[in-house]
């Protein structure tokens, strides 16, 4: 877990503090949010992801939105703020979740200083549901590997640590619960285009821990699974539906149909607020789509003088069109289990274990 300094949500009382994961690994820098625009420009442009993160930002953000008005509320007010805060990034469930939650205890208030104080009070308990959910999760995913096995080697796609949740993280802290087993865990992390989350902040937290890590880029899994034994590959989410098809990060689909030709275990991680029952299958999941230059162009092709190796740092050529779905979905039948606080589960059994919590 990181150091208290290094926590990437932080509430001050007065504002919330990001750490801005667009700039790592490159440097450690806090976005000081005083606005709920702010908080929705944040989320959008990825400043702060990964579902569980996601939701606990949103309800500081209603925080600071109810904190900018004054006198008598109206439920006409609090669903506007919902709403605009829902679609800052709709596929995440966590966030749908939250913002319902936050919707119920607005209930009966009947002015801004008293929601403001009950989404405060919210949002950190969140924060703290989440981290135990967590060390929960990654405990019972621990358990899932072989006992008399000392080293274990994982693939791993997109971030699913501590910047991604309130700490210690979903499939990153099932990695650091065998660490602390005392196993040798050997960490592949998909690089995960068009963000490059896994080699920028999965590689990042890592190398902060100690855990050995190479970075492969999202087309090197066939390849990997060939050359080495891969005990098994751990996803997180951002959505489950009651059949248990999964949405993640794009690419998790393509590794899961690698897995499953190699027979190497395919586990997805995921607290109890990503399943959506409501949803029958994957196919009504919606899926955001992102802007096309996150894909034609890389920011940071820049030479020691500060101009670009590529003229704007572009990658394809001038007017050249790109798709940049956000994330795609895994069938249920290439996921071996669910790792959950709850226990672990066979896609077939979460409606029955997971829908009565």
């Known amino acids: 877990m990181p150091q208290p300094e290094f926590l990437p949500i932080q509430w001050k009382s007065t504002h919330l503090s990001l750490l801005d994961q667009r700039a790592l690994p490159g440097k450690k820098e806090f976005l000081e949010i005083h606005t709920m625009e702010e908080t929705i420009v944040a989320i959008r442009e990825m400043a702060v992801r990964g579902a569980p993160a996601i939701a606990i930002t949103g309800i500081f953000g209603l925080t600071l939105g109810a904190k900018e008005k004054q006198g008598n509320l109206s439920s006409v007010e609090v669903d506007s703020l919902i709403k605009q805060m829902f679609e800052s ?32 009070s919210y949002a950190l308990e969140m924060m703290v549901e989440d981290l135990k959910a967590n060390q929960m999760l990654g405990e019972n995913g621990a358990n899932l590997f072989p006992k008399d096995q000392n080293e274990f080697h994982i693939i791993t796609h997109c971030n699913t640590g501590a910047l991604a949740t309130a700490g210690h993280g979903t499939a990153l802290g099932v990695i650091r619960s065998l660490r602390d087993q005392g196993k040798k865990v050997i960490v592949y992390a998909d690089e995960t285009r068009p963000f490059l989350q896994g080699s920028r902040l999965t590689a990042f937290e890592m190398m902060e821990e100690g855990i050995e890590c190479y970075i492969i880029t999202d087309g090197m899994s066939g390849w990997l699974m060939n050359q080495r034994k891969i005990d098994a ?15 993640n990060k ?35 999941i919606p899926i955001e789509m992102r802007k096309e230059s996150e894909v034609t162009q890389f920011d940071f092709l820049k030479a020691s003088d500060g101009n670009y190796l590529l003229p704007e740092g572009k990658t394809a050529p001038f007017g050249a069109r790109a798709l940049n779905p956000s994330f795609d979905i895994t069938k249920a039948k290439f996921i071996k289990n669910f790792i959950t606080e709850l226990g672990c589960f066979v896609p077939t059994e979460i409606s029955t274990r997971l829908k009565k919590v």
């Open 89 to 120: 990034r709709p596929t995440a469930v966590n966030l749908s979740f939250a913002l319902k939650e936050a919707k119920k205890r607005s209930e009966g208030k009947t002015d801004w200083e008293s929601i403001q104080r009950v989404w405060e």
């Open 233 to 247: 590959v751990l996803v997180g989410c951002d959505r489950v539906a009651a059949n248990g098809d999964t949405a």
């Open 250 to 284: 794009i690419g998790t689909y393509n590794l899961a149909i690698v897995a499953h030709e190699h027979n190497v275990p395919f586990y997805v991680c995921a607290t109890k607020d990503s399943f959506d029952f409501n949803l029958k299958t994957g196919d009504e």
